[in-house]
């Protein structure tokens, strides 16, 4: 590993295969690259730091009145967030790059209920106690809720209807999104 220092506002180390750097800016902030161009993270005078690569997504539906079978994932299928492109409009599901600890939040409007939802990891029902992870829905209003779990890096999640409930739901107004949280 070779250091280069230039000047008083920047430190590179040379890796095997990739360059690293340390730069102080003149608004007082500290970043650190890799590459030439490619910011890591930042933080500045205050204590804050900026991380422009975290995994993220909002991930919502774009279709009406769409029938979902028991226990199927919900055709969540178009992004306005995806950082990372770690959330896949084709499976409807979010795939973690990188193991840690994460949170989830989701919305949906169902016609029919009352129903129950889970919030998914690696296909199945993600229930760490008795009723954690599972959340009743009612018909005719909008319902929410939020979860965090831990996951290894592969591991995927998605949202859907627990094992045993099907039904109809206006997709217009279900989403799913996610990021992790460290």
Do not use: C
Not at 55 to 73: I, K, R, T, W
Not at 80 to 93: A, E, F, L, Q, V
Not at 142 to 156: P, Q, T, W
Request: without cysteine; charged residues 15%; negative net charge.
């Amino acid at each position: 590993m070779a250091v280069k220092i230039y000047g008083s506002n920047r430190i590179d180390l040379d890796g095997n295969n990739e360059t690293f750097s340390i730069r102080a800016t003149a608004d007082d902030e500290l970043n650190f690259y890799k590459g030439a161009s490619t910011k890591l993270m930042g933080i500045d005078a205050s204590g804050f730091e900026s991380k422009p690569n975290i995994p993220a997504f909002m991930a919502y539906g774009n279709a009406g009145a769409v029938s979902v079978g028991a226990g199927q994932e919900f055709p969540i299928s178009a992004t306005s967030t995806n950082i990372g492109n770690h959330y896949n409009i084709s499976t409807y599901r979010f795939t973690a790059p990188v193991a840690g600890f994460y949170s989830f939040q989701y919305g949906l409007y169902s016609y029919e209920g009352p129903q129950q939802v889970a919030i998914k990891k690696n296909g199945l029902d993600w229930r760490p106690s008795d009723t954690t992870g599972l959340f009743s829905v009612e018909s005719n209003r909008l319902n929410s809720g939020a979860i965090s779990m831990s996951l290894e890096v592969g591991d995927y999640v998605s949202f859907g209807f627990r094992d045993g409930y099907s039904g109809n739901v206006y997709m217009s107004h279900t989403w799913l999104s996610g990021f992790l949280v460290g």
